[in-house]
């Protein structure tokens, strides 16, 4: 079956660095998504990834390893605003978004 | 840029009564639409996709005669909830693609339903 798995919960201090981890399995495979959302509020788009590597958009980077089927969302400097829930979403053969439950991200002061 | 909007941001209705959600891409043609439902401190659950002048592609368990999908346009999509019930409350959301070779799912700001 397709599955995605990312951490429930989340707890990071303003100004440092929390990753977000990610596992899937899903029929075929292109590309896997980051989306932020706050609550109450639609995602918004943080990032895509194809090819394994690291990809860097400012504060937020977002590392892929299609052989481990594993990918990461790095966030830097976090801030007050960062508090949200971000969804982990792979895309299988079929164009089809599978999406993760969503990590909680507290930010604490 | 990319702007998908939906109205109404939120509703509340009366159980027995049916409920319309517009969709629209507001700066581009939208090739795919998709329907997602939201249920409280849970992910996004994919209820159809719809193509501009064809019928919506439903994912298993969701009736397609309760919640209708009209994709009159390439700016437009509707769902009705048809009878709703109090366990049709949930934040439904919208998202349009592009097409070609983007494949990413551009979202609207939701709408919040309440059946009482």
């Known amino acids: 079956g397709q599955n995605i798995d990312q951490p429930t919960e989340m707890t990071a201090t303003e100004g440092a660095i929390v990753q977000i981890n990610c596992t899937y399995q899903t029929s075929g495979f292109n590309g896997l998504f980051w989306y932020q959302q706050h609550a109450g509020e639609a995602p918004t788009f943080l990032s895509y990834n194809v090819l394994d590597g690291l990809e860097e958009k400012g504060r937020f980077s977002s590392f892929l390893s299609r052989s481990k089927g594993y990918s990461y969302l790095l966030l830097k400097e976090l801030q007050m605003k960062d508090s949200a829930s971000y969804l982990c979403a792979s895309m299988d053969s079929n164009y089809q978004l599978i999406w993760g439950a969503g990590t909680k991200l507290i930010i604490k002061p | 840029g990319a702007v998908v909007s939906q109205h109404p941001s939120w509703v509340i209705c009366k159980s027995g009564t049916s409920v319309k959600i517009e969709c629209r891409s507001l700066?581009?043609?939208?090739?795919?639409m998709f329907w997602y439902r939201q249920f409280p401190k849970q992910s996004l659950m994919l209820m159809a996709t719809s193509n501009e002048g064809s019928k919506a592609t439903y994912e298993q368990g969701v009736e397609k005669d309760k919640f209708l999908i009209n994709h009159a346009s390439l700016t437009l999509s509707t769902l009705t909830v048809t009878s709703a019930h109090p366990e049709d409350s949930s934040f439904y959301i919208c998202?349009?693609?592009?097409?070609?070779?983007?494949?990413?799912?551009?979202f609207g700001p939701g709408t919040r339903l309440t059946v009482t």
């Open positions: 998202s349009a693609s592009k097409g070609g070779d983007s494949y990413e799912q551009y």
């Open positions: 700066d581009f043609q939208a090739t795919t």
